[in-house]
């Protein structure tokens, strides 16, 4: 396993809030307003503790499992949800995650809402972002954007989540650019959506490491950077939803 230094980290975040910071000087917003979640999947607790030390405390999971065994080690992080979620493990992400970025369904929305409220964890609520499958992308999940306008209504009476925004993926093949489009629509529909729901937040979860820039230029409020901090992933199984 490889090791890396706390300089190392310190390093690796400095370059990737530069270039967040340059993003937003190109696109006239606030550096202040985008938050970094180290997307930690594969990545060992212990050098994760040295990740922490170096102030990368916003940490990303996309297996419900994987999180269990690392969130006991890092007291000091925080936690966000960015893999799909099957229903028989909403129970224990309630119990682990502060916010879970890949809510695709009322249903889902429903069932988190009333752990929510079992589990006493999350008095002010649970942060949730609505994943939008924006392209109509057959090989991704989230709510088609006529769905979640029909369903918006419904989900923003939900009493123990929190609304934060919405979330999506960028298209995964070639350059930046090309997911620029997703990101543009996502910005599109959250400010029809935020009009007409005030309790809808104005929160943008989008950009990976290969396109944040461009997810920052186009609004992101949230950027999932995993291989830019922690380096290449060894490979996980195919047909995993959301390994890459
Ligand atoms: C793995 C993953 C990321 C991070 O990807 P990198 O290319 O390592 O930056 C971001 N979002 C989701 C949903 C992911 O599954």
Redesign the pocket.
């Known amino acids: 396993m490889e090791s890396s230094s706390i300089e190392d980290f310190r390093a690796a975040r400095a370059r990737v809030l530069e270039t967040i910071a340059g993003a937003c000087k190109r696109s006239g917003r606030d550096p202040g307003a985008v938050s970094l ?1 180290a ?1 930690s ?1 594969t990545v060992d607790a212990s050098r994760l503790a040295t990740a922490v030390q170096a102030g990368l405390d916003l940490l ?1 999971e ?1 297996r419900v499992q994987e999180a269990e065994s690392k969130c006991p080690l890092l007291p000091g992080a925080r936690w966000h949800l ?2 799909p979620l099957q229903s028989n493990k909403a129970r224990k992400a309630v119990q682990l995650f502060d916010a879970i ?2 809510v695709d369904s009322l249903d889902l929305a429903r069932r988190l809402d009333r752990l929510a409220g079992e589990s006493g964890r999350h008095p002010t609520g649970l942060g949730i972002y609505l994943q939008v499958n924006v392209d109509r992308d057959e090989a991704k999940s989230g709510f088609l954007p006529e769905i979640l306008q029909g369903e918006l209504h419904e989900l923003s009476s939900l009493p123990n989540v929190r609304l934060l925004g919405l ?1 999506t ?1 960028g298209r995964l093949t070639g350059s930046a650019e090309e997911a620029r489009p997703t990101f543009a629509r996502l910005r599109g529909l959250s400010e029809r959506l935020t009009g007409e729901h005030p309790s809808l937040g104005h929160g943008l979860s989008m ?4 396109d ?1 820039a461009v997810a920052v230029e186009e609004g992101a409020t949230l950027v ?7 380096g290449t ?1 060894a490979d996980v199984p195919k047909g995993s ?4």
């Open positions: 979640v997307v999947k990303g996309n960015i893999g970025e890949t979330m993926v950009g990976m490491t290969n944040y999932r950077v995993g291989r830019a901090i922690f992933r939803a959301s390994g890459r």
